[in-house]
């Protein structure tokens, strides 16, 4: 648009200016199909999560790409679900089975740290796949979880954990959703 001749500029160009205003264009990747997008609830970063690749941080105001997050952790998982906290401190992202993965943004690169799902009195006899997260206001991570090798979303083989980002132990045991639905 910016190429048109300022005199051929009429109500149709400043629409389509106006309508094109604000779009960033990425950076192109070959990381393949995204999967998945989340922004900081600042606006400061943008994560997007494609195929099997590593997780790609950018700025959303530049489209510039500012972090390649390539965590072992992350290698040959299924993606599942990825979510900042509130602050922006903290950004977390479940995928495979009995674990996440708590990244603490402040340090550069990402710290992470691993979070199991096999704790507490049933870590022997079941292993659940993490399906989605979010954050509490007072930064206590809650991820749903399914009873592994369950190929329905069953309130009996849904499950509720809650971790504290800062020291990474879980706080209650699993809760079992299936009292809430009942």
């Known amino acids: 648009l910016n190429r048109t001749d300022p005199k051929k500029r009429g109500v149709e160009w400043k629409h389509l200016k106006h309508l094109t205003e ?3 264009r ?3 990747t070959d990381e393949g199909n995204i ?3 989340v922004f900081s609830s600042d606006g400061e970063y943008l ?4 195929d099997d690749s590593p997780l790609l941080v950018w700025d959303p105001k530049t489209g510039k790409k500012l972090n390649v997050v390539a965590d072992k952790t992350l290698e040959d998982k299924p993606f599942a679900d990825m979510a900042f906290a509130w602050n922006n ?3 977390a992202f ?3 089975e009995n674990e996440i993965v708590l990244w603490d943004t402040a340090t550069i690169p990402w710290k992470s740290r691993v979070l199991s799902l096999n704790t ?3 870590r022997q006899s079941l292993s659940e796949t993490c399906k989605f997260l979010s954050f509490s206001h007072d930064l206590v991570l809650m991820s749903v979880t399914q009873e592994a090798g369950s190929d329905d979303f069953a309130p009996s083989k ?3 954990r809650q971790w504290d980002v800062f020291s990474g132990e879980q706080i209650s045991d699993r809760i079992d959703l299936a009292e809430y639905f009942a």
């Open 47 to 50: 994560v997007s999560k494609a």
């Open 35 to 37: 999967d998945h997008l």
């Open 22 to 24: 604000g779009i960033v």
């Open 158 to 160: 849904v499950f509720l």
């Open 94 to 96: 479940c995928g495979g």
């Open 26 to 28: 990425f950076e192109a």
């Open 89 to 91: 401190r903290w950004f």
């Open 120 to 122: 507490g009195p049933v």
